[in-house]
């Protein structure tokens, strides 16, 4: 596929997480049109194994999908700040752990038909318990889950945000098919 | 986890696919803060899937992410639309195929933190090809890969959309659990 050119660009809004502009682009065809273009600084998001084969998961209210709802521990890129050690802060102010090994496992664009934001995956494992500190904005409850309970919780609904879907059905795919060669071939 | 109460809203943007407006939340502690809210009006991803358990990908250019994606068929509700008829839509738009039988099989918020988009996901099955017929913004190339190939490209970052990487796992993991039962009990 041939890049899309951009000919313009307005940025229309500048926000605390987010900005927003509208590309006018040349297609390949050679017409013209428009892309709404939100800005994101990009985040992390963070897949912690205990050793139990528990997943820590973070409960709290999400004001675009008006209810509650059940995700990985992730977070926003600070200005100038590295991803793992978004992965780290992140892990440690929203459930309090901090992890022994903390391993970038993949990446990925959540809405990148409109959205600049790449989420970088980690899986955080020798996990020590230590006080949480949410950031004064966010009020979170963090619980563990049995990481095979997962698949049947993505079923029924109860775990519906994307990129956690993503991140946990990942790293049950690679324990799948470990698991699958050990006992099957 | 108590429900923000929204104190005041200001639009400050509306455009072609996605508005932004600023809402003003009271917290659970009393506290005020904004939460910049992209107000999207939805859409559809499509797990297609031939007889030789081959699923349907498409790449295109995305002007986000700067670089060509491969994903799912997907595409955003038009007024008024059904989920399940946007998806037979945006499958023979993207693709040309129409599918013997379209399900619904979860839904999911891509970007909870500041988008109020949720996608439907669908997966098609007895599949027939026909024209691809994509709209007028859209170069769109479809390609047809073992369903079976997908973790590797997903390890590799060759799949590197959200949507996708939880749409397909789904899909595989559904898969994996009925071949575990079958093959391991």
């Known amino acids: 596929m041939g890049a899309e050119v951009t000919v313009a660009s307005q940025r229309v809004y500048e926000g ?3 900005n927003l502009r509208v590309d006018t682009v040349r297609l390949e065809n050679g017409r013209l049109t428009e892309r709404e273009i939100v800005e994101h600084p990009g985040a992390v998001a963070v897949v912690a194994l ?14 675009a999908a008006e209810k509650d709802l059940l995700e990985i521990p992730a ?13 780290r802060r992140e892990l440690k ?9 903390l391993e970038q496992i993949g990446s990925f ?10 989420i970088r995956l980690y899986l955080a494992i ?12 966010e009020t979170i409850e963090t619980i563990k889950v049995p990481l095979s309970d997962i698949p049947t919780m993505v079923s029924r609904g109860e775990i519906c ?3 956690s879907i993503a991140g946990l059905l990942s790293v049950l795919l690679l324990r799948h098919s470990l ?7």
């Open 126 to 137: 020798g996990l020590h318990k230590g006080p949480s500190v949410p950031e004064d904005d």
């Open 93 to 101: 102010e929203e459930t309090g752990y901090r992890a022994e090994s």
């Open 50 to 63: 205990d050793e139990g084969d528990n997943v820590l998961l973070v409960r709290q209210f999400r004001q």
């Open 161 to 163: 945000d994307g990129k």
């Open 16 to 18: 605390r997480l987010i």
């Open 109 to 118: 664009y959540p809405s990148p038909g409109f959205c600049t934001e790449c």
């Open 75 to 87: 977070g926003t890129l600070e200005a100038g700040e590295e991803p793992i050690a978004c992965a």
């Open 179 to 185: 698991d699958f060669s050990a006992h099957c071939s």
